[in-house]
């Protein structure tokens, strides 16, 4: 089993949907969640990072960790043709030191 | 300001031959990493620097793969006689702290090896 799972799309969605973006991971010592975005040919971008459960909201997007059950979740409002891009998700553990990323997600949103 | 810069952003290389990609960290992040991301692929983790603590090279897949960074500042990852599976693109990311769940990432160099 890999430490973070991702299904790797592609997912298509109209202008406007609502977009759920989901990971799963194996190890309990994670405590930091992370999400980023990825264009093509282009290096991933920090979107938002938790620690712990919780819900963490930054505009048009809401990170949801559940620790119960190993799941994160990133929420995308009104979605744009501009957010079409892969979305990764990590995790690490209290120390900061240990991430481990996700395949990512392929993420279409079509005008 | 200035991000993480990398160069260069293509290099196509001979089989066998060393290779040398440098990495450009945002002033003030204490904490460096490389990563390599081959197609369809996930984030690998290579190597990691914390200010002068000792590198964490648990993630460097071969001898053939180094890296150093001077002065806490700047990185060079150094690929000697590369392999056509050394193919693929290689991020670097600086973290203001030793949390790294803060990673700020350059754009990447893409290898080739022909």
């Known amino acids: 089993q890999k430490e973070v799972e991702q299904d790797p799309g592609p997912l298509s969605v109209p202008e406007g949907a609502i977009v759920s973006l989901n990971c799963t991971y194996s190890n309990s010592a994670f405590q930091y969640f992370m999400w980023y975005r990825q264009y093509s040919r282009k290096g991933p971008e920090l979107l938002m990072y938790t620690y712990s459960s919780g819900n963490k909201e930054d505009g048009r997007f809401t990170a949801q960790v559940d620790k119960s059950s190993k799941y994160i979740s990133l929420f995308i409002r009104d979605s744009q043709p501009s957010d079409s891009a892969t979305y990764l998700c990590a995790t690490g553990d209290n120390y900061g030191q240990n991430f481990v990323f996700g395949p990512g997600t392929r993420l279409s949103v079509l005008p | 300001g200035a991000g993480v810069s990398q160069s260069p952003s293509n290099k196509v290389t001979e089989k066998g031959k060393d290779v040398e990609l440098r990495c450009d960290p945002i002033s003030g992040h204490t904490a460096l990493y490389w990563y390599r991301q081959s197609l369809g692929q996930g984030l690998e983790f290579l190597i990691y620097?914390?200010?002068?603590?000792?590198?964490?090279k648990s993630g460097l897949p071969s001898d053939r793969f180094s890296a150093e960074r001077t002065g806490g500042s700047v990185s060079t990852l150094t690929i000697q006689r590369t392999q056509q599976e050394d193919s693929a693109v290689y991020l670097c990311a600086s973290s203001p702290g030793g949390g790294g769940y803060e990673q700020y990432f350059g754009p990447g160099t893409r290898l080739t090896v022909t």
């Open positions: 620097f914390q200010g002068n603590s000792a590198p964490d």
